[in-house]
Nanobody, 115 residues
Framework: QVQLVESGGGLVQAGGSLRLSCTAS????????MGWYRQAPGKQRNLVAR???????NYADSVKGRFTVSRDNARTAVYLQMNSLKLEDTAVYYC?????????WGQGTQVTVSS
């Protein structure tokens, strides 16, 4: 059974930084992409950043230039470096693995940015 374990969330002041980590365990035959989504209270879950197996990345416009997604294929891990955090970045962040025919999600980690 595939399990995604996230870490690194927490409380940070505006302008600060956090690094999220997600490691997948279990058998995943083939991965298309790994990434991060977030969901604020009362809002939909939206893509934050994504990286394909070939290293191609895409980001939500609101985080471009501030967030960086990376992955370690050997460890089936994905990371999100978040700099210059803003109040509006407050949300639950979910790790995602797109394995073509299957989609896997982590349990979510809370990121709270305070003024």
């Amino acid at each position: 059974q595939v399990q995604l374990v996230e870490s690194g969330g927490g409380l940070v002041q505006a302008g600060g930084s956090l690094r999220l980590s997600c490691t997948a365990s279990g058998s995943i035959y083939s991965i298309n992409a790994m990434g991060w989504y977030r969901q604020a209270p009362g809002k939909q879950r939206n893509l934050v950043a994504r990286i394909t197996s070939s290293g191609r990345t895409n980001y939500a416009d609101s985080v471009k230039g501030r967030f960086t997604v990376s992955r370690d294929n050997a460890r089936t891990a994905v990371y999100l470096q978040m700099n210059s955090l803003k109040l509006e970045d407050t949300a639950v962040y979910y790790c995602n693995v797109d394995a073509f025919l299957n989609d896997y999600w982590g349990q979510g980690t809370q990121v709270t940015v305070s003024s």
